[in-house]
């Protein structure tokens, strides 16, 4: 099992930026494909980005791509999602994500395929 635990949510103004961490614990990292996902208020849960084991593997939803990016660095267990250019409507509770086995590095973006969960933390971002 893996314990996943995000931080660097907060407010920022619109065009400003954030960067997420998601800081991991319990079974090697390496073994998990990452992924970011957001829910706003009274909206389902969507996918945000995916790394896979290594960083050779990512992806990224229409609505962040150009404007997020995601690494990870296994040395220290935490994966990290840039956010620039920040909109209103990235306003949301992001959670990072984690996935292991022989497809882990298959680009996945469905939420239900991710059995590991942090708390999740909130980004607002004011017009």
């Known amino acids: 099992q893996v314990q996943l635990v995000e931080s660097g949510g907060g407010l920022v103004q619109a065009g400003g930026s954030l960067r997420l961490s998601c800081a991991a614990s319990?079974?090697?990292?390496?073994?998990?494909?990452m992924g970011w996902f957001r829910q706003a208020p009274g909206k389902e849960r969507e996918f945000v980005a995916f790394?896979?084991?290594?960083?050779?593997?990512?992806y990224y939803a229409d609505s962040v791509k150009g404007r997020f990016t995601i690494s990870r660095d296994n040395a220290k267990n935490t994966v990290y999602l840039q956010m620039n250019s920040l909109k209103p409507e990235d306003t949301a509770i992001y959670y990072c994500?984690?996935?292991?086995?022989?497809?882990?590095?298959?680009?996945?973006?469905?939420?239900?395929?991710?059995?590991?969960w942090g708390q999740g933390t909130q980004v607002t971002v004011s017009s």
């Open positions: 790394i896979g084991q290594s960083e050779s593997t990512t």
């Open positions: 994500a984690a996935r292991s086995g022989i497809y882990a590095n298959y680009v996945q973006l469905v939420g239900a395929k991710y059995p590991y």
């Open positions: 319990g079974r090697a990292f390496s073994d998990y494909a």
